[in-house]
């Protein structure tokens, strides 16, 4: 059991990798904006997966659980 603990310190980033992060998504909303601006069809998907979210953790949070919330999903061992 204690090999599957670990300490959230593991998971932290450094401030300037937050940083770049949150300048990449940035980037990224403006691209997914511009790109739903030319071809309204992708709209709806482009909302769904980065426009609502605030944050790359967040709209990576909500990808996960809707994988995971999946019944289609083939459990294999």
């Known amino acids: ?5 670990f300490g959230l310190s593991t998971l932290s980033i450094e401030p300037s990798q937050s940083l770049q992060v949150a300048t990449i998504w940035k980037a990224l909303c403006r691209e997914a904006v511009a790109a739903s601006d030319s071809d309204p069809t992708l709209s709806r998907a482009l909302n769904s997966s980065v426009l609502y979210h605030a944050s790359f953790a967040q709209a990576l949070a909500q990808r996960i659980a809707l994988k995971l919330a999946n019944h289609d999903l083939v459990l294999q061992l």
């Open 1 to 5: 059991m204690a090999g599957l603990l």
